[in-house]
């Protein structure tokens, strides 16, 4: 069965310090693959996306994820960390087929020291 | 603005009772969504909607109906509360031509006493 694994449950980094977020998918296929973010109290926003094409791909707050296909992953990763990305990240799958579901990982809590 | 509103943020239930939680969204989009989001577990569907009347079982949807009588609006009803159904509900929504891209409301944190 489909799925997506996170395997950081929580990560803590200093401010300005790099970051990467970890995330591997299980699918027969080229997934079409997502990165969310929810800040506290909000709901989720999409950060960036993969279809095909480029491996790396850039998406808002300075974030940009590459697509390993040998290593079934999906890594977020940011140069530069800013307090206000202390939220929580989800990797997320399609699957496709019907509807187009998407598939959550558990997901990752960033913390950020001053 | 793309905007998903859910009817409340918090709400406190008591076991039994019947819960309906609403979302609206003003996208003119064909699909909407209801996940139930626990610590560890991420976001599970719970039901979807992709037209109006329309509904198809997500991977959890014990427990949960749902009504869409209008294309705006989606609700997700608990006909009997219990205390398992303590947790996040996330509304979302997408158009049929690009309908993997969901946009998500604020949440309601449910909790069943």
């Known amino acids: 069965a489909q799925s997506v694994t996170q395997p950081d449950i929580h990560i803590t980094v200093s401010e300005g310090a790099s970051l990467e977020l970890r995330c591997n998918y299980s699918y027969g296929a080229t997934p079409y693959l997502f990165w969310y973010v929810q800040s506290p109290g909000q709901g989720l926003q999409l950060l960036l996306k993969y279809f095909s094409g480029d491996t790396l791909v850039q998406g808002i707050k300075g974030f940009e994820a590459e697509f390993k296909r040998s290593q079934s992953s999906f890594n977020l990763r940011k140069p530069s960390v800013h307090w206000s990305d202390a939220a929580e990240y989800f990797c997320a799958v399609v699957l496709s087929g019907g509807y187009n579901k998407l598939i959550f990982g558990a997901g990752t809590r960033l913390a950020v020291h001053p | 603005d793309v905007k998903v509103t859910q009817s409340s943020r918090y709400l406190v239930k008591r076991t039994g009772e019947k819960v309906f939680l609403e979302c609206v969204q003003d996208?003119?989009?064909?699909?909407m969504f209801w996940y139930r989001q626990d610590p560890g577990l991420g976001l599970r569907l719970i039901y979807f909607?992709?037209?109006?009347?329309?509904?198809e079982k997500g991977d959890i949807p014990e427990g949960y109906s749902v009504s869409r009588e209008k294309k705006e609006r989606f609700s997700l009803i608990l006909e009997s509360a219990s205390t398992n159904q303590t947790s996040m509900y996330l509304c979302?929504?997408?158009?049929?031509?690009?309908?993997?891209?969901?946009?998500f409301g604020p949440g309601t944190r449910l909790t069943v006493t």
């Open positions: 979302a929504s997408s158009s049929l031509a690009v309908s993997y891209e969901q946009y």
């Open positions: 996208m003119d989009h064909e699909n």
């Open positions: 909607s992709y037209d109006v009347k329309m509904k």
